[in-house]
């Protein structure tokens, strides 16, 4: 069983999706044990949060009716044993992590974190892997639910998706594969089109890659479009990126521009 949490929730069992009746309540209840499998609410906790707008004895009667729900979805999967790690504890509820049970949102925090250790304890990461959990970013987390309970996980996950991002453009960089790298940048790129650090990236890896016109086009419609949508300009060190690429001329020019790639400065978005 595969859940989307990153752009729009969704869940499938095989490549089929599943439709569900959950309803928007139900979906944010799912939602929260789907993020933070193994973590233990208050079944008056997850009550309020999701009907607020009914009374204790209604909104409980709505949670139990979602749980139902969202257990007869995990029995989809036939590895689920009637979905029997979706658990009540007491006052307690649990939905309990498998091994059959991949969780988008999860999967890529999860590999975040392993590719920063391995890098910490001068292991190499599994490229795959990490190339993998990038494509899983398919938006935000849970991009459309107004959800005061999802803004940290939003911003976490978002992190954890530009980490992988830096960690996967710099290898291919070092490899000399820059068409991969280039791919990496619009991706990042695609969801935060002002953040200055990858503009500066990419600005020099399409310059490594034999694209120096391509280079200077991408930097000059940018700058245009930072100027009529934002109404700044490029911050210095973008500025100067430019400036390098337009006059680049020796190997030392050169070898400078490569080191952009793998420069961690960054003066934040505009």
Known sequence: MSVNLLGEFGISVDGRRIH??????????AALLFAFPGRLYRRERIAD?????????????????????????LCQDPSSERGQNLRSIGSDIVLEPQSWLKVDSCVLAGTATLASDQIETSQMPCMKSIRSAIDLYDGQFLEAEDFDQFAAERERIHTCFVNLSTIALERYASAGAYPDAISICHKVLSFD????????????????????????????????????EIG??????????????????????FDEIRQIVFSSEDNGGA
């Open 20 to 29: 569900s009746d959950l309803g928007r309540s139900g979906r944010k209840m």
């Open 49 to 73: 949060l999701c009907w607020p707008e009914l009374d204790p004895e209604r909104s409980r009667a709505a949670l139990n009716s979602a749980l139902w729900r969202l257990r007869q979805i």
């Open 193 to 228: 089109p002002f953040h200055e650090l990858f503009i500066r990236r990419l600005i020099a890896l399409l310059f490594l890659n034999e694209q120096r016109a391509g280079a200077l086009r991408f930097y000059e419609k940018w700058k245009s479009a930072l100027r009529a």
């Open 232 to 253: 700044v300009d490029p911050m210095p060190n973008t500025a100067r990126v430019g400036q390098q690429v337009r006059c680049c001329q020796s190997p030392t020019d």
